[in-house]
């Protein structure tokens, strides 16, 4: 027999525009048009957004495609995943279907695109949010109803202990950047009003805060404010510690410095929820890890727990065996072995660019770069710590900061394409994104293109077209301008920090096309970046830029991803092995028999 189904149907309001269109969802509606009832309606006259009703609607799609916006979708769900329903965000709004499960005294991780229903999960773990069963009309579900739903699981037992009030939940949000607007004082005054252990100054100076303990929050950069969150949230008498996304705007040793942090807190009667988008760092905290899968925007569905490892392998397989659910249609793989670019790239015969040895002097700081040059078909990592000089030498190479002594040469024209590290919306021209994507090269807008396929269809822009780029949220700027810089015609590109705001699978697809673009059209990329999977993944060279964070750097010539990736983890202090069955690279708990036998070797990076 077949397997009954029941409908969802989604509406992006954001995206739905009635006063542009002329209703061609409900126009074109086979049982709007038989008269047999209505599944799609609007008030025409208010030019009022549409609704469609789930009951009667048959799911054909061509409200789907007749849409100008792309706003709708609609999908089949097996029936019985209707009694799994938690939470749903009004009519035709983002439906999310089961929870993660805390676990006492482990750190479970969750993983996935971003708009399944991370954040509104763990929201209503933290009793911010009360779960509705998917019923948005008529009386809400109370508390009884809903231990109802969770009767016999751990989830039951979870819920009555916060409902109770048994349960103290301290939460890091997402959006750090919005603390300052929110609250007042130095990091000093803060933290002493969050310290319930006495704490908290001591978690400070582990993470490097205790160096800008008089500084006003408002002055403080992202990274400063992310540790100023996760030391505060540590720092609670609590049992429930959330952290949502804790290594952005972090380095590698501040992401790494962070996660021990978070792992130390883990012990009997606590429960720690993590979610992450740097995998490394995701598989170094979690003790067990749950999927999240669906439509982004539209539903998420929850895994069931797997282990750290095994989670992370089969996300990037792109199969959920015990769901037997496919991800995506290939998987992710990474280079294996030494770890080192195919001999036809990593010696390309043609020279590309170079610079002498370079001093740049910038309010205070002083920067060194040993003399290098770099070849035609690499991807060049620029790797190191925060206020170190990276952003400084790439805007050297871009032809914006002018150097005291030395100079940039190339092997004749080179043209340069350069993302910056931070996009700020309000010093944006107030165009739209397919402006801002058409100026940059037309062919990225043509359908079926190379660049609109690989890069702005994979990246989700294509739904963005219509909105401003000065109005976009923060992971939205970011891949607009990623996309631009990368559909640019050039030789050299310059990409500053492209995995900030974005989820793994987005990360990924970034990596791939730089690599692709290298390889076409015979260019270099320069790319800065904190994750470590993705500097492993998309570099054949890498380049460290070391020293005192706002004090003096010192740029180290481009060397082989081997030994430039096990100089970086040696002064991090921190040994990475390969995983044998997906080839990503994997951080060494501190202490463990593999950390310490590589220790022994100085193989920090055993590719």
């Known amino acids: 027999m077949p397997e009954a189904r029941v409908r969802l149907a989604v509406i992006d309001y954001e995206t739905c525009k009635p006063k542009k269109c002329n209703y061609e969802c409900i126009s074109v509606c086979p049982i709007n048009k038989s008269g047999s009832g209505i599944a799609i309606e609007a008030n025409i006259q208010l030019r009022s957004k549409p609704v469609i009703y789930e009951d009667t609607c048959i ?10 916006f792309d706003a709708i979708f609609i999908v089949n769900l097996p029936s019985e995943l209707e009694e799994e329903a938690v939470h749903r965000y009004g009519v035709n709004g983002f439906k999310l279907y089961r929870l993660p499960v805390p676990k006492d005294g482990m750190i479970v991780g969750l993983l996935g695109k971003n708009g399944t229903g991370k954040t509104t999960a763990i929201r209503i773990l933290a009793g911010e949010v009360k779960p509705n069963l998917g019923r948005v009309e008529g009386e809400p579900p109370g508390w009884d109803e809903i231990l109802r739903r969770f009767r016999g699981s751990e ?41 319930e252990t006495g704490e908290a100054l001591e978690l400070a100076r582990e993470v490097g805060l205790d160096k800008v ?81 669906g439509e982004p925007g539209a539903y998420g569905i929850v895994s069931k727990p797997y282990s750290s490892r095994e989670a992370i392998n089969i996300f990037l397989e792109g199969y959920l065996p015990a769901e037997n659910v496919r991800l995506r249609k290939e998987p992710i793989r990474f280079r294996k072995g030494e770890g080192e670019a195919p001999e036809s790239r990593a010696q390309a015969p043609r020279k590309l660019a170079g610079w002498t040895r370079l001093r740049v002097a910038l309010d205070g700081f002083t920067l060194e770069a040993e003399e290098g040059e770099v070849y035609a078909g690499e991807v060049i990592g620029v790797a190191g710590p925060n206020g170190i000089g990276k952003t400084t030498f790439i805007k050297v190479l ?35 994104v397919a402006e801002a994507l058409k100026k940059a090269n037309p062919e990225s807008l043509v359908p079926g293109s190379w660049l609109y396929l690989e890069l702005v269809k994979k990246l989700g822009l294509d739904k963005l077209v219509d909105r401003r780029v000065n109005t976009l949220s923060g992971g939205e700027l970011q891949k607009v301008a990623i996309a631009a810089a990368l559909s640019r015609e050039a030789d050299l590109y310059l990409i500053d920090e492209p995995s900030a705001y974005l989820d793994v699978e987005e990360r990924v697809n970034v990596a791939k096309i730089i690599r692709r673009i290298v390889e076409t059209r015979g260019a270099t990329a320069f790319v800065v970046e904190h994750d470590l999977m993705i500097l492993d993944y998309v570099s054949d060279k890498v380049m460290l830029v070391l020293g005192e964070p706002g004090v ?14 096990n100089r970086l983890l040696m002064e991090l202090g921190v040994t990475v092995r390969k995983d044998e069955e997906t080839g990503r690279p994997r951080i060494n708990k501190e202490g463990s028999y593999l950390d310490r036998l590589q220790r022994t070797r100085k193989l920090y990076y055993a590719a």
């Not at 054909?60 to 100008?68: D, F, M």
């Not at 380095?251 to 410095?257: A, N, P, Q, T």
């Not at 005291?404 to 739209?432: A, D, H, N, W």
């Not at 003096?552 to 990736?565: A, C, D, L, N």
């Open 59 to 68: 799911g054909c799609g061509l409200c789907v495609k007749a849409c100008p």
């Open 398 to 432: 871009a032809g914006l900061v002018k150097p005291r002594e030395g100079s940039v040469f190339s092997y004749g024209e080179v043209r340069v394409s350069y993302k910056p590290q931070y996009i700020s919306p309000e010093s944006l021209p107030k165009v739209t």
């Open 552 to 565: 003096r750097g010192h740029v180290h010539t481009p060397q082989p991803s081997k030994r430039g990736m």
């Open 155 to 195: 989830l039951q037992s979870y819920f009555k202990k916060l409902v109770d009030g048994k349960l103290r939940v301290a939460h890091k949000i997402q959006y750090v950047e919005v603390v300052p607007r929110r609250v007042k004082g130095t990091v000093r005054e803060l933290l002493k009003r969050a310290d």
């Open 213 to 293: 303990m008089e500084r006003d929050v408002r002055h403080l950069s992202g990274g400063e404010l992310q540790k100023l969150l996760v030391v505060a949230v540590l720092s609670k008498d609590a049992n429930v510690y959330v952290f949502d996304e804790p290594s952005s705007y972090l380095d590698v040793r501040e992401r790494i410095r962070v996660a021990r942090l978070i792992s130390r807190a883990s012990k009997p009667g606590k429960y720690i929820i993590v979610v992450e988008h740097d995998l490394a760092v995701l598989d170094y905290l979690s003790d067990v890890i749950h999927i999240l899968y």
